[in-house]
T-cell receptor, first 115, second 113 residues
């Protein structure tokens, strides 16, 4: 069963703690993305990675960090420096075809709540 | 940078009516325009997409039209059903933002039985 998995579905964290969100895909996609979604708003790009061992900042990277050591995995760490981390986090992947953007497929999301 | 404006923010229709959601974009080099449907508590799912070499694409009750000159594209849902109720997002990509998509703010569609 191919697809993108995110875990956990719900995550609670105390202020001042770092937390890591998992994203795994078995679609053999090269590119992976992390988005943040707040109520009533669209998706904002946090980080993305076009290839293993390489990643770039998106529009709202401050307070977040990522790694891309394996093609199928792209974990996101929400650090204590992120001032308002409570949100719905979405991971996506795509198989970029040359210079044109290809379709992004999304995981089920992780809802992070800071207590 | 790239910007996508999506309207309306909320849309309420009766079952069987049509629904139209419109998006405008700023990057004239954009060449890929997907539409996503997001149900409550779930990730967005691609429902239809269009590339800049065509003006219209249909898939059963769903269609997307693209006007590159005016830089806008629209989602059309005909014969709406209650299960069409969800949040719909447009996005644009390609152009100067290789590998990235820029999303609209979303439209909450409610279909009343």
């Amino acid at each position: 069963d191919g697809g993108i998995t995110q875990s956990p579905k719900y995550l609670f964290r105390k202020e001042g703690q770092n937390v890591t969100l998992s994203c795994e895909q078995n679609l053999n996609h090269d590119a992976m993305y992390w988005y943040r979604q707040d109520p009533g708003q669209g998706l904002r790009l946090i980080y993305y990675s076009q290839i293993v061992n390489d990643f770039q900042k998106g529009d709202i990277a401050e307070g977040y960090s990522v790694s891309r050591e394996k093609k199928e995995s792209f974990p996101l760490t929400v650090t204590s420096a992120q001032k308002n981390p409570t949100a719905f986090y979405l991971c996506a992947s795509s198989m970029p075809a040359g210079p044109s953007t290809d379709t992004q497929y999304f995981g089920p999301g992780t809802r992070l709540t800071v207590l | 940078g790239e910007n996508v404006e999506q309207h309306p923010s909320t849309l309420s229709v009766q079952e069987g009516d049509s629904a139209v959601i419109k998006c405008t974009y700023s990057d004239s080099a954009s060449n890929y325009f997907p539409w996503y449907k997001q149900e409550l508590g779930k990730g967005p799912q691609l429902i239809i997409d269009i590339r800049s070499n065509v003006g219209e694409k249909k898939d059963q009750r769903i269609a997307v039209t693209l006007n590159k000159t005016a830089k806008h594209f629209s989602l059309h849902i005909t014969e709406t059903q209650p299960e069409d109720s969800a949040v719909y997002f447009c996005a644009e990509g390609g152009g100067t933002s290789y590998g990235k998509l820029t999303f609209g703010q979303g439209t909450i569609l409610t279909v009343h039985p």
